[in-house]
């Protein structure tokens, strides 16, 4: 086998130090009363870049929002059409949607495909996904919608890589959900 580039080097890093990072925040914490978790969720919402995005606190160049997603570009573009669906529900991550939660995968999916088309790209050439914690930087539901596939850099082909175990496919996370109880 060869030897790693220093970009691969320095990708696999950024994704260990995120998930030893995860690793020390996550907590077995006992259930809450309903007015502790109403207190703790707006708690949640003051501190979570994409809740404040949402809410008009933070700026942004919003592309689209409605009473369930806003979407806006990237910070750090993978190409040249990159932008993150976010739901206005604080949602912490794929691996806490339940049963219920497909039709807003399915919805995300369809809204994505209607922000490439109005903003100059193609839903044929376009990459989606969620990155699969602890693989990701804001704990909030965030799909991905990165086109073309074409123009991605090594590094975002490998940090976006469909299906790996650190992004997968809104279709791969629909699956997912189609097989709990």
Excluded at 11 to 26: E, F, H, N, Q
Excluded at 65 to 80: H, K, L, N, S, Y
Excluded at 105 to 118: F, I, R, W
Excluded at 157 to 173: C, D, G, L
């Amino acid at each position: 086998m060869g030897r790693l580039s220093v970009s691969a080097v320095r990708v696999l890093g950024s994704a260990y130090r995120i998930a030893k990072a995860s690793t020390r925040t996550m907590s077995a914490s006992p259930p809450q009363s309903e007015s502790a978790q109403t207190q703790g969720q707006s708690s949640t919402r003051a501190k979570c870049l994409f809740c404040r995005i949402c809410d008009g606190l933070e700026p942004s160049n919003i592309v689209h929002q409605d009473e369930e997603f806003v979407v806006f570009p990237d910070i750090r573009p993978a190409a040249p059409h990159h932008f993150l669906v976010v739901t206005r529900e604080h949602i912490t991550d794929p691996k806490c949607l339940t049963k219920e939660h497909i039709p807003t995968v399915e919805k995300m999916m369809a809204l994505s495909k209607e922000v490439l088309v109005t903003q100059g790209g193609s839903p044929d050439t376009a990459r989606l996904g969620f990155h699969w914690p602890p693989f990701h930087t804001v704990s909030h539901l965030h799909l991905h919608i990165i086109a073309p596939e074409s123009e991605m850099g090594l590094i975002g082909r490998a940090m976006f890589k469909a299906n790996s175990f650190w992004f997968v496919t809104p279709e791969k996370v629909i699956e997912q959900l189609q097989k709990k109880a």
